[in-house]
């Protein structure tokens, strides 16, 4: 991408935005989609390091890197519920891609909305193996930062166009009503989640609240359904009951992290869970009948996220999707760098 | 520093070197070191945790964060000794700070010049304790990119202004002698270790050959030195003679981390080694006799960085010395990520 070895390009909010509606949301997310299905293809080849996370009492901040022995990748991330208190985002993040030749890192860019985009993205490559055949709706339960993506992506994978909406907070749900109008959705708003499952082949829960939550009980989740349990991701936060992971074939991305971040933290530390790769990889079956529950408990991975890195790095080749930052000390004797900083007097 | 919440302070290469210039290397280093200082006196109240090292054939990407539960922060750093023959650096280096409370980024710098003033900076610290008393002369073993920042943090820090250099290659001691004229110093370049040696009350390790070397053998090693080895800062990574090292008390950053990584991985996993830290706080003594040979077995600690960052931070205030960085989503409203999205269309 460039010669001056001082250099590394940065993809800034503002870009990211340009990049992703000069691609489309839709396509961007479908291209995401296959990134990431072919990095969870390769999945053993990658260092699965576990994230290093600070913990205090209002939020946590993680470190989560990755490599596949050619390519190393980081993404900073922190979680601060209160946060929307005070006009700040719960989630934010930004990444970093190196070569391990190097150690040079390759791009700098945001991930706030790239991470928004690839969890979605995640989501709906689970979906593509798990839900019912032809699904066409979709229950949505939390209608924060998250829902509108899953949306797309669930639009843009498997074709899913009837939404049912709930939230606690109906302005939620407005919102995306409003923000989703014109891109091809039948859209209803409901009352309650009971009324959010109705005819749903598919319900992802994504909601915010830092605790562990009854958002499904098991009641409600009828033979043959997909549920896809974005909200659910930390130690503390879940949002299903028990009972309906006993129901439930259980899909994940990285058992050791899912077990203490995940629903399945409600469950036996050895209760059976299938890999996600696994059944990308055609080593394992993901549905295999009309009335199986299958559940994917996505707490999001490493992996996902240098598969965004990946696709965004190659994204931006030959675009003005970026700048360049002046960030690694380029001397022109390596030995030589008290001189570079004499000589920039 | 700012209200715009999506913005974070970025210092680039170009704006560390005029930030250092403009306060003066001298003056940055002894500021810096009052930094360290502080931070090593409060020691435990800081999240220690392990570097968190990813390993190839050419080198190591490494992730170094710690925090002192109001403020976090984190290193980047790759090590890959073949670098320089590609006209690249061994070691480049960026790092960011947080704030705990939100998770939000405060600074994003690079760190390829910032480590190597702080590294320089805790020689000279942990000398200050440990070294001989009124000591004005020092040999430096390896006169590669880290040679002139310690020997600049020597004189600040100690007085010591007569240098005796060495390294295997004499255009690395001449660079330096190039680099140092006018700042004060009376320097011998020198044909030998032994040479080197000769009269240094301090003698400084900081070669750059990624294996286990002697670079001091015992004899050459008289009573009453202090020995600041610097180069030996990875498994496999040595530059001391064991003998040298069974002679001397022995002062380490952290010890889990030295033990794999410093001059001790040579010693036996029990051997007696002192908290530098414990040192500064005054809850153990340092140097107690004029025969007695210290040895400063220097391996880098991410608190190290976290005070590097901290003292940058403070000192950018107000000045020129850096950049807005468009790189923290946000939305008006935080639930609104989507239709910020939207919107930038």
């Known amino acids: 991408m460039n010669t001056k070895l001082n250099v590394v390009p940065f993809v800034s909010v503002d870009h990211m935005m340009k990049l992703v509606l000069s691609i489309g949301v839709e396509r961007f997310t479908r291209e995401l989609a296959d990134y990431i299905e072919a990095d969870f293809r390769r999945w053993e080849l990658f260092d699965k390091t576990p994230r290093v996370a600070s913990h205090s009492r209002e939020g946590v901040i993680e470190l989560m890197p990755t490599s596949d022995g050619e390519v190393y990748g980081f993404k900073y991330v922190n979680g601060h519920p209160k946060n ?7 989630v934010t993040a930004f990444g970093v891609l190196a070569d391990v030749g190097t150690g040079y ?27 019912p055949k032809g699904a066409r709706t979709m229950g949505i339960i939390g209608n924060g930062a998250q829902a509108e993506f899953q949306a797309i992506a669930f639009k843009a994978l498997l074709g899913v166009d009837r939404l049912r909406l709930y939230d606690i907070d109906r302005s939620a749900s407005l919102k995306c009503v409003r923000n989703l109008a014109g891109l091809g959705f039948d859209i209803t708003v409901c009352d309650s989640v009971e009324e959010a ?14 605790q562990n939550a009854t958002i499904l ?71 295999t009948s009309e009335r199986q529950i299958t559940l994917f408990d996505s707490v999001g991975f490493a992996i996902e996220d240098f598969s965004a890195l990946r696709y965004v790095k190659d994204r931006i080749l030959g675009s003005d999707f970026y700048e360049e930052l002046d960030l690694l000390a380029d001397p022109d004797e390596p030995r030589d760098l008290f001189g570079m900083l004499l000589r920039a007097a």
């Not at 208190?85 to 719960?90: A, D, L, S």
């Not at 499952?197 to 830092?210: E, H, L, N, R, S």
């Not at 050791?256 to 079956?285: M, Y």
Request: hydrophobic residues 40%.
């Open 84 to 90: 929307t208190r005070e006009g700040r985002q719960t």
């Open 197 to 210: 499952m109705v005819a749903a082949q598919i319900v992802t829960t994504v909601t915010a609240d830092k």
């Open 217 to 287: 009980t098991d009641n409600m989740v009828g033979s043959g359904i997909h549920i896809n349990a974005v909200g659910g991701d930390c130690p503390g936060k879940t949002e299903l009951h028990p009972d309906i992971l006993k129901r439930s074939d259980i899909f994940v991305e990285y058992p050791p992290q899912t077990r203490i971040e995940g629903e399945i933290q409600q469950l036996a530390a050895d209760h059976p869970v299938k890999e996600l790769w696994r059944v990308i990889a055609g080593l394992e079956s993901g549905r």
């Open 105 to 131: 890192p390759v791009l700098l860019t945001e991930m706030t909305i790239l991470t928004a985009l690839r969890t979605a993205a995640t989501s709906a490559v689970a979906a593509k193996y798990l839900a």
